[in-house]
């Protein structure tokens, strides 16, 4: 294999990301607080790092195969997140390269877990560092879901193939291209966030952060206590609804922007999505109603955020779930695997495949009635090709495999049976809190010793990157000639 346009993109990604760290030190600067040094460090060490790959790997000619682009996927996630932590161990939080790592891989990859204790009284480079690496994730999950994923018809993406990306040698110029389009949409939507935020009463410096890791379906805060550190039902409100503007295809968005709006309203992918979500809020509602004597509208307020939060792998919380009751724990950690719609900022299984599921089985279903029938699954009005409920079929059964690998060695490590079943559910799905007094809403992952936060860190990164992305390269065959 030849590495040099991998290394070559890396080094764009490595120079991105070390002008990115100008930002956070500007901040630290401006408040006279010294980690602006930490940060000016960490940009030049990252950026001398770019740049040496980049003249190290300049080619006439740029092409990528199927082979480079599994590679490059995995990597730009593991390299951006190793060189993040960087500013995270220096600065005077005082975080070990594991917790920094930890943290820096929970921000890239919008899962949204954190280790840090004390936010409230953090700089404010740390805060704006934490939410950029989000938005930055955001935008790079969507733009690998459009341009690359479909091509390597990872967990049925191929439905969303589009003509531009047939060719590999096509991948870079098509996710550039998409890149220019939806980066506008997702800069629009965030600083429409921020203004909505700061009319709903925050500070300018925590609007504009929230706003970042809230259309990013993040979920790092400012505080440690999340969104419930403001108590107001109006940035609730804000949250809810860019929260779900995050979790439908940006591509939908595309559309609506060249004059076709029918398809956001029209696709089958946000009906079902917006049915399972409005069934999830009044069905939590209820029962926070009749069976935790909560006021109707308290009961919908609760209902509305956490749900809206766990289901799009947000994160954000104005209440620790996990004390409503076995009924509603029990369903936050379902939704966790739910997730949103494909081409979005969201994680987990996402609905798409659930449609091509339930779909295929609903065919399997009429041919064991009816033998002799011919009876064909469907997605969004047309058929759904074999290969592609093959590929859906296999996703589902490694990310169960996946999950319980996950939970069994975070139960090896020591954790007790709920914080490692919900740690493995939230670290795959990128929902970031889970469920218990140490990992839930109310905790962090700072107390779990160093090897479950290296295992965690991988489960982000698998569940991120779709399974088959990462899993392709620990195969023998992947590294042969």
Known sequence: MDYRPVFFVLGI????????????MLADLSVGHPDWQTFAISAAFTLFVGVSL???????????????????????????????AVPLMLAEMG???????????????????????????????????RALLQWMGGIGIIVLALSVLPMLQVGGMQLFRTESSEKSDKVLPRAAQLASWIGLIYLGFTALCAVG??????????????????????????????????????????????????????????????????PLLADRQVQWFAAVVAAAIGIMAAHLWIERDYEPLAALRLASFNVVSVITGTGYATSDFGTWGPFAAGLMFFLMFVGGCAGSTSCGIKIFRFQVLYATADAQ??????????????????????AVSVSVMSFFFLYALCFVALSLSLQLLGLDYMTAMSGAAT???????????????SGTFAPLPDAAKWVLSAGMLMGRLELFTVLVLLTPAFWRQ
């Not at 990604?13 to 956070?24: D, G, R």
């Open 13 to 24: 990604l490595l120079s991105t990301l070390a002008f990115s760290m100008l930002v956070p």
């Open 54 to 84: 980049l003249l190290t790997n300049r080619m006439p000619e740029f092409t990528l195969s199927i082979r480079q682009a599994f590679l490059l996927t995995t990597l730009s996630w593991v390299v951006t997140a190793a060189f993040a």
């Open 95 to 129: 975080l070990s390269y594991t917790d920094a790592f930890f943290e820096a891989m929970s921000g890239i990859t919008t899962t949204g877990a954190t280790v840090i204790v004390g936010l409230d009284s953090a700089p404010p480079g740390i805060l704006l560092w």
């Open 197 to 262: 935020y700061r009319l709903a009463g925050m500070g300018w410096f925590d609007a504009f952060a929230h706003a970042m890791t809230t259309i990013a379906t993040g979920g790092f805060s400012t505080a440690d206590a999340s969104v419930a550190f403001f108590d107001d039902p109006l940035i609730e409100l804000v949250g809810i609804v860019f929260m779900l503007a995050g979790a439908l295809p940006f591509v939908l968005y595309l559309r609506a922007l060249r004059g076709d709006p029918r």
């Open 365 to 386: 279903m009429r041919r064991l009635i009816q033998p002799h029938g011919v009876f064909i699954a469907y997605y969004n009005g047309k058929p759904i090709p074999e």
């Open 427 to 441: 670290a795959i799905s990128n929902v970031g809190p889970g469920l218990g007094p140490v990992i839930g809403p």
